[in-house]
């Protein structure tokens, strides 16, 4: 009787597990933002001119790219 419990609901397993997914998600993003953005300064500090165009868009594409990520693995998480 208790599998026919869990068969029947099973969302009652998700909330554990969708933490989890959106606490990892938090980190990819950050960890994405910041290789993006260190790559973007170090080219900079290889080709120095006025502004620090390649950090802007280094941040800029990590940004892009990470939302991506998330709204991709968010797509998956619905199903």
Same mark, same amino acid.
């Given at each position: 009787?208790?599998?026919?419990?869990? &068969? *029947?609901?099973?969302?009652?397993?998700?909330?554990?597990? &969708? !933490?989890?997914?959106?606490?990892?998600?938090? %980190?990819?993003?950050?960890?994405? %933002? +910041?290789? +993006?953005? !260190?790559?973007?300064?170090?080219?900079? /500090?290889?080709?120095?001119? /006025? *502004?620090? !165009? +390649?950090? %802007?868009?280094?941040? %800029? +594409?990590?940004?892009?790219?990470?939302?991506?990520?998330?709204?991709?693995?968010?797509?998956?998480? *619905?199903?």
């Amino acid at each position: 009787m208790s599998e026919e419990k869990k &068969n *029947n609901n099973p969302k009652k397993d998700k909330p554990l597990k &969708n !933490w989890a997914v959106l606490s990892g998600i938090a %980190i990819q993003m950050g960890v994405t %933002i +910041f290789l +993006f953005a !260190w790559g973007g300064k170090k080219i900079d /500090e290889k080709y120095p001119h /006025e *502004n620090d !165009w +390649f950090t %802007i868009l280094g941040v %800029i +594409f990590g940004v892009a790219i990470s939302l991506y990520a998330v709204l991709k693995q968010l797509k998956q998480l *619905n199903k």
